[in-house]
């Protein structure tokens, strides 16, 4: 059991500036991706199709890096199957949305502007999943800390200090 006094562990936690620089890529990549696909020339069968292609690599990116972090803490944690599943979910959606921004027919600049945009979104999503999942496993650990340190204390809620030696004034009044 742990002393009550005992120091904190070090719970290492991303700085306010690493959080603040990490959203405010992934709302620049978001943004830039939604000014792409808002002005995307073409029949409208082809934009559905482009913005359904960064929704799907948007969420295969989050569900394979919650993956991957799981299977790496947790060495089989996941069947075989659902690896199949979640990698080649992310395998399709890159691909099908990378040969649709290939094959569309458009100016070859707004064609690199929505490619290097969607790259973004899919880099800086992979950076906010880790920081997310970062931030609650150190809050995890923080509350595992707290809880161990609230369990070794005594039952009064405060932890007990050896008792203090009477005063002059205390002696006098215990006679």
Known sequence: MSHPFAPSPLIQRDTPAWRLQVWVSFGIAVFCCAVGLAWLPGVAM???????GYVFCLSAVFMLA????????RHGADTPMFKLVVWGAFAVAVGLTGWGLWSMDINPTYQAFLGVSWLYLITTAFT???MLRDRHEADLADARWQGRREASMPAGGTPSAP?????????????
């Open 128 to 130: 906010l999943a880790k």
């Open 163 to 175: 008792a203090a030696a009477p005063d002059k004034a205390g002696k006098a009044a215990a006679e």
């Open 66 to 73: 919650k993956f991957v972090r799981d299977n790496q803490t």
């Open 46 to 52: 082809e934009r559905a199709f482009m913005v359904m």
